[in-house]
């Protein structure tokens, strides 16, 4: 499996992003999806899955401003992100799980992509 993050940069808070996350063929009818973010000096976290099925869940942190979706026919899945705030400011990195059910755990997931840098400034 083989992951491609982008679509980070810099913008200002209130703005949105869209992540994209490039996968190989059918990564998605046999992985949990997931996106996880690294803030300076902080652990990676959790921010948002999507089932084989494409169920989702987020973590609560996001208060509903996150929204992950994949396209089938593109092999790509998203992130996107809306009203964001400076503590948005991390590397974004997707990953994918062959375990089923809800994967908030790094260790979950085995194989990940490289990260995408978002600044948002105030």
């Known amino acids: 499996v083989q992951l491609q993050a982008s679509g980070g940069g810099l913008v200002q808070a209130g703005d949105s992003l869209r992540l994209s996350c490039a996968t190989s063929?059918?990564?998605?009818?046999?992985?949990?999806m997931g996106w996880f973010r690294q803030a300076p000096g902080k652990e990676r976290e959790f921010a948002a899955q999507?089932?084989?099925?494409?169920?989702?869940y987020y973590a609560n942190s996001l208060g509903g401003r996150f929204t992950i979706s994949r396209d089938k026919a593109k092999n790509t899945m998203y992130l996107q992100m809306n009203s964001l705030k400076p503590e948005d400011t991390a590397v974004y990195y997707c990953a994918a799980s062959s375990l089923y059910g809800r994967q908030t755990g790094v260790g979950s997931y085995t194989y990940w992509g490289q990260g995408t840098q978002v600044t948002v400034s105030s």
């Open positions: 999507i089932s084989r099925s494409g169920s989702a």
């Open positions: 063929g059918r990564t998605f009818s046999s992985h949990t």
